[in-house]
Structure formats: C-alpha cells, structure tokens
T-cell receptor, first 114, second 115 residues
Framework: AQKVTQAQTEISVVEKEDVTLDCVYE???????LFWYKQPPSGELVFLIR??????QNEISGRYSWNFQKSTSSFNFTITASQVVDSAVYFC???????????FGDGTTLTVKP | GAGVSQTPSNKVTEKGKYVELRCDPI?????LYWYRQSLGQGPEFLIY????????DSGLPNDRFFAVRPEGSVSTLKIQRTERGDSAVYLC?????????????FGPGTRLTVL
C-alpha cells in the first residue's frame, strides 16, 4: 500500500522567512512519481512540480525549491523569502508508474503573516 | 482557455436520494480523474478515465458510486442512496495525453452536503 505523510499540519511564519514543508512517502514500487500541489483559499488545486523516482536532482524554481532523497523517502519543499500570497494548503502526492491512482497526504496549511 | 468546470458548485440533498455531479474537462484532455476531499484531508482518489473507459476505478468506495464518460469528454459521477458520510467536496481533474503522470488540472469542486 502507498502512503504519504505530511507531519506538519499547520505552519505559521512571518513574511520573508524561509519555510520547509516535509513530505515522507511509502511505496513498494521502484518507479513512481512525486508531486506537490498548492490549494489557495479559493479552493482549486494547482500543480507545482513532478519528480520521477530516478531523478534525485534537486530543483529550484524562483523562490521554490525541492529536495528529493530516495534514501529517506522524502520529497521536501522549501519556500525562500515567503510572501503573504504563499498562504495556502500544500499537498504532496505519490503516483505509481502506469497507474492512475494518486495518493495524497493530508496537507500542510501554511500561513504567512505580513 | 477554459479550465475544468464542475456543476453544481454546491449540492444539498437528503439521505437516501440520488445525485449526479458533472465535470467538464479541458478540451482535448484525454485523462479525467475524480477525487473526494473531506475537511482537513487530502484528495482521495475515486476513479480515473482514459478516453471513455475507466482505467482505474479502485477508489470507488462501494457500489453506490458510479461514474461515466460516454464520449470521452464530459463525465458524471453518480451516487445512489446517499449517506451523510458522503458529504465532501468532489473534485474533478483532467490531464493531456495517455500518460497518467502528466500534470493534472483541477476544477473548483462540488460541495455535496447530505442531510
């Protein structure tokens, strides 16, 4: 069975602070994909990033960066110099290769205060 | 272009009634997904269509839930004999191509309340 754990239920930071959202996953598959989605207060989930299990290279996109470590089954997400607009619920998800079923974590609610 | 749309945005029904929830995917997207999201939880996978066929329906909780996509575009999620535990936000997502790991584009959801 697959499982995604986001241990941080809620995080509150002050604007311009850096913040890391943790994601730990469990799977027996050797080929799989990991995702991060953002769900702002408006409600619609927005795709942020996808990584496959063979690519452990870290990725940076503007203020966002992702650290994938297969050895610890983690796919953590860091926001540098956070902004109020980053306030949202962030979900990590796992998808097996050639499967349609994604397993989502329960999300981390990030509040960035001005 | 237009995103994924879902109707109705809110549905209130009584226990035991039948409901239909509709999803209009992004034009040209061959893959369509249904999820259920309860308060404070992540989306829970229900079913995945590739074209007209259900490629994976392992997430449907029981036989009261059924989904169709007869022409490979619009999909309808049908719930019979609704129960209070069915109350949740039902999300639809679509993605391009044949590969299930493509980015999913989510709709705004239908909030279902069963009284």
């Amino acid at each position: 069975a697959q499982k995604v754990t986001q241990a941080q239920t809620e995080i509150s930071v002050v604007e311009k602070e850096d913040v890391t959202l943790d994601c730990v996953y469990e799977t027996r598959d050797t080929t799989y994909y990991l995702f991060w989605y953002k769900q702002p207060p408006s409600g619609e989930l927005v795709f942020l990033i996808r990584r496959n299990s063979f690519d452990e290279q870290n990725e940076i996109s503007g203020r966002y960066s992702w650290n994938f470590q297969k050895s610890t089954s983690s796919f953590n997400f860091t926001i540098t110099a956070s902004q109020v607009v980053d306030s949202a619920v962030y979900f990590c998800a796992l998808l097996s290769f050639n499967a349609g079923k994604s397993t989502f974590g329960d999300g981390t609610t990030l509040t960035v205060k001005p | 272009g237009a995103g994924v749309s879902q109707t109705p945005s809110n549905k209130v029904t009584e226990k035991g009634k039948y409901v239909e929830l509709r999803c209009d995917p992004i034009s040209g997207h061959t893959a369509l997904y249904w999820y259920r999201q309860s308060l404070g939880q992540g989306p829970e996978f229900l079913i995945y269509f590739q074209g007209t066929g259900a490629a994976d329906d392992s997430g449907l909780p029981n036989d009261r839930f059924f989904a169709v996509r007869p022409e490979g575009s619009v999909s309808t999620l049908k719930i019979q004999r609704t129960e209070r535990g069915d109350s949740a936000v039902y999300l639809c997502a679509s993605s391009p191509g044949q590969l299930s790991y493509n980015e999913q584009f989510f709709g705004p959801g239908t909030r279902l309340t069963v009284l």
